[in-house]
């Protein structure tokens, strides 16, 4: 196990974008065990100041979180979202797949394609699989880019709403009628503020 953890090591460190298990045991020795040797690697790594992490369905080798500002520039480029692109980027991540026409429908008022592009460019979404209604529509999801950002391993770690008003991003009242994943029902303007400052970090 102990020369399968250096493998998986040695794997993760030369890889740029995350991996996932089954492309790293592609790589492995046959009758090599990559999930049980990920888990002990994991752990070896635990405090560290470089840790294996999970985006996704994939792994990566990160920066300790508390540790990031050693690695920031002098000079950082601010690029602030527009209202509008805040509102898409947190449908889609509460709802994905979700098509424009449902974005839409959520929001009250039509989506530009400057919004989705910008999005798009962010790397913060993509493209999903078209749904299975009349017209094929294509839909978007949010990307392992957009996870690691916010520090998340899958779409489930999410905040949900008493999370949201427990860190003071929603005020105490429902909120966000139109999202079942919410819970609740509540007047959209409000709950839209609140994913503004959760999305403006």
């Given at each position: 196990?102990a020369?399968?953890?250096?493998?998986?090591?040695?794997?993760?460190?030369?890889?740029?974008?995350?991996?996932?298990?089954?492309?790293?045991?592609?790589?492995?020795?046959?009758?090599?065990?990559?999930?049980?040797?990920?888990?002990?690697?994991?752990?070896?790594?635990?405090?560290?100041?470089?840790?294996?992490?999970?985006?996704?369905?994939?792994?990566?080798?990160?920066?300790?979180?508390?540790?990031?500002?050693?690695?920031?520039?002098?000079?950082?480029?601010?690029?602030?979202?527009?209202?509008?692109?805040?509102?898409?980027?947190a449908?889609?991540?509460?709802?994905?797949?979700?098509?424009?026409?449902?974005?839409?429908?959520?929001?009250?008022?039509?989506?530009?394609?400057?919004?989705?592009?910008?999005?798009?460019?962010?790397?913060?979404?993509?493209?999903?699989?078209?749904?299975?209604?009349?017209?094929?529509?294509?839909?978007?999801?949010?990307?392992?880019?957009?996870?690691?950002?916010?520090?998340?391993?899958?779409?489930?770690?999410?905040?949900?709403?008493?999370?949201?008003?427990?860190a003071?991003?929603?005020?105490?009242?429902?909120?966000?009628?139109?999202?079942?994943?919410?819970?609740?029902?509540?007047?959209?303007?409000?709950?839209?503020?609140?994913?503004?400052?959760?999305?403006?970090?």
């Open positions: 196990m020369e399968q953890e250096r493998m998986l090591e040695a794997i993760l460190f030369a890889t740029s974008e995350p991996i996932t298990l089954r492309d790293i045991a592609a790589r492995l020795p046959h009758g090599c065990d990559p999930a049980e040797a990920m888990v002990y690697l994991r752990k070896r790594y635990e405090g560290r100041g470089v840790q294996v992490v999970k985006v996704d369905d994939a792994y990566a080798m990160r920066t300790a979180a508390d540790l990031g500002y050693l690695m920031q520039k002098e000079t950082v480029e601010v690029r602030k979202l527009s209202r509008a692109a805040i509102e898409t980027l449908i889609i991540a509460y709802h994905q797949p979700a098509t424009r026409a449902e974005i839409e429908e959520i929001r009250g008022v039509s989506v530009s394609r400057g919004t989705l592009d910008q999005l798009l460019e962010l790397e913060w979404i993509r493209f999903g699989r078209r749904k299975m209604t009349p017209g094929r529509p294509v839909t978007f999801v949010v990307t392992q880019e957009f996870l690691a950002h916010f520090g998340l391993e899958t779409p489930r770690d999410l905040p949900g709403l008493k999370e949201l008003r427990s003071g991003l929603l005020e105490s009242r429902p909120a966000f009628g139109t999202i079942p994943m919410l819970d609740g029902e509540e007047d959209e303007e409000e709950a839209t503020e609140g994913q503004s400052e959760l999305f403006e970090d």
